[in-house]
């Protein structure tokens, strides 16, 4: 049984360990904000790109980019996960990995090899003890990405898939939703979706009635400059949704971690009292039993 003084280094032990995550929960919540923040400035450009893509689409008429071929025999599909740099986030990189592995599954079972790329130091780390061959990893910008982030990461996906070394590209990360849910998301990344080069189609139209627009360069060169662009734009809503995920994931878990922190002193303050009762019990047995000997 523990005595009192051993009770009262875990009851300051973990006192001393709910201060930091108290902590944690403080700059994450702040973090998240300004991640928050930073998601509702890019979904305007984000929408506004997908306008311009189906009204130069709608002008350019059929036309083949290397971005918009989709091959009939898939072979090689590289999976991109991203997770965070660091841990202390509940179930945060284990769910995006999760996910992952279940999907290479999936097509290594219809006969596809997979390859990987991975963004977040997590995520490489776990690969890699796994043993898979990563092709190229990204770590050290999860918490805040910048646009840069998602140019190196989409010029990288395009030249496997334009060199034909994969043959569709897959990102896998988590969208925010609220401090306390995240959706695992699975998106195609390459080749583009026909359905996003059309989808703004009905805003052709409606621009079409308000007037005709003449294209310099034709529209066929400017949509060929807009599709990396467009995966630029989906990777960088992509990072920053995962970076308000990380944060929103980091503030529910020391959060938790406080008010689990709370209960285990509660309940080690409670045996540290009986323990101290039972001791004066004790003591007091002794005391008597002593009189009662001199006496006897």
Do not use: C
Not at 3 to 22: A, E, F, H, M, P
Not at 34 to 48: G, K, L, M, S
């Amino acid at each position: 049984m523990a005595t009192v003084q051993d009770l009262k280094r875990r009851i300051r032990s973990v006192g001393n360990t709910q201060k930091i995550t108290k902590a944690f929960e403080l700059v994450a919540s702040a973090r998240l904000r300004r991640a928050q923040a930073r998601i509702e400035a890019v979904r305007p450009y984000a929408d506004r790109m997908l306008e311009l893509m189906g009204v130069t689409a709608r002008a350019a008429g059929s036309v083949r980019l290397p971005l918009l071929e989709r091959r009939e025999d898939v072979k090689r599909v590289a999976l991109l996960p991203i997770t965070a740099d660091r841990g202390l986030a509940g179930a945060f990189n284990a769910q995006i990995l999760r996910r992952a592995f279940a999907l290479e599954r999936e097509l290594r079972g219809e006969g596809v090899e997979v390859s990987w790329l991975v963004a977040g130091r997590r995520g490489r780390s776990s690969l890699t003890f796994r043993g898979y061959e990563v092709i190229q990893a990204w770590q050290g910008f999860s918490e805040r990405p910048e646009y840069a982030d998602a140019q190196a990461i989409a010029r990288r996906a395009a030249e496997l898939y334009a060199n034909e070394e994969v043959d569709r590209v897959v990102v896998i990360y988590n969208h925010f939703q609220s401090a306390l849910v995240q959706h695992v998301t699975v998106q195609d990344l390459l080749p583009i979706p026909e359905k996003v080069v059309r989808g703004g189609e009905d805003e052709a139209a409606e621009a079409a009635l308000r007037g005709d627009f003449i294209y310099e360069p034709e529209p066929e060169q400017i949509l060929e400059r807009l599709l990396p662009v467009y995966v630029e734009t989906e990777l960088y809503r992509a990072l920053l949704e995962s970076a308000a995920s990380e944060q929103g994931a980091r503030t529910t878990a020391m959060r938790n971690a406080s008010s689990n922190a709370s209960e285990l002193i509660a309940s080690l303050t409670l045996a540290m009292n009986r323990a101290r009762q039972a001791e004066i019990t004790q003591e007091i047995l002794e005391v008597v039993a002593g009189a009662d000997a001199l006496t006897g």
